[in-house]
């Protein structure tokens, strides 16, 4: 998987990652014609979880409606219950801007050994919520990284670097009334060699476009693809067609 997104990057383009939260999700039927659409519009992968209400059946009920697509399973983790061997790798996270050890170390701890045993792919990920972050921000303690600190959000990803993570999740809270700043994501991707993925609040194709001009390597939507597919496939189109040059490889 991470060969996969590196070739993308390494072409010039950026990612669009539509993330399904099996708590949401109604009817299979429903989602297997999501799937498609978001696929045939060119989302570049799935991830999969949620911070609340995610079980093991509806889990892997989700990774099974996927399974004849070939782009990327990858599992977004709110806990060690979230993970499956169905899937192709794992965030695996740390919520850098946690007061709680759990979610910075202790849920690492408990879950190395399952995704061992999984044979799942690692994505080592640092996890930053910006802002108040919405039901992610307030399961996960968070200590408020302000939007428009941008000193501070980069100063958490150099960190990230130097612990040698790979990628960085900026994250706005599923649902959240704005998007990190464009500002934000345009300090982080220049000061860090991280790829950075950016999610939360991403409602229409302007908002993506800017946070790929930020120098975004992955843009995620959620809550668009519940509300509004249409315009999801629009973002979706945003983000594929963007083209830049990067710097060095990541
Ligand atoms: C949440 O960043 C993701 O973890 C997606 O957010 O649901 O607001 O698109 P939205």
Do not use: W
């Not at 790829?195 to 908002?207: K, M, Q, Y």
Request: contains cysteine.
């Amino acid at each position: 998987v991470n060969n996969y997104i590196e070739k993308l990057l390494g072409e010039g383009r950026t990612l669009h990652f539509s993330l399904i939260d099996p708590d949401k999700v109604d009817s299979l039927d429903q989602l297997g014609k999501l799937i498609e659409r978001l696929y045939k519009a060119g989302t570049s992968g799935f991830l999969v979880g949620g911070t609340i209400g995610v079980t093991q059946s509806k889990l892997e009920a989700v990774l099974e409606t996927m399974e004849d697509y070939e782009i990327p399973k990858i599992i977004f983790p709110s806990n060690i219950n979230v993970l499956s061997p169905l899937a192709d790798a794992v965030l695996f996270m740390s919520l850098l801007n946690s007061d709680d050890l759990y979610y910075v170390v202790g849920a690492q701890v408990m879950g190395a050994p399952l995704v061992k045993q999984m044979g799942l792919e690692i994505l080592p990920t640092a996890y930053l919520i910006i802002g108040e972050g919405g039901t992610a921000g307030h399961v996960g303690r968070v200590r408020t990284i302000p939007f428009d600190n941008h000193e501070l959000g980069a100063a958490y990803a150099m960190a990230a670097e130097f612990m040698g993570m790979r990628y960085i999740y900026l994250e706005a809270g599923s649902g959240s009334p704005r998007t990190v700043n464009p500002s934000m994501v345009r300090y982080v991707a220049k000061l860090t060699n991280l790829n950075v993925i950016v999610g939360g609040g991403i409602r229409n194709p302007e908002a993506a476009r800017s946070i790929c001009e930020a120098g975004a390597d992955i843009v995620v939507t959620g809550t668009l693809l519940e509300t509004d597919p249409e315009r999801a496939v629009k973002v979706i189109e945003a983000v594929t067609e963007f083209r830049t040059v990067r710097e060095s490889a990541k």
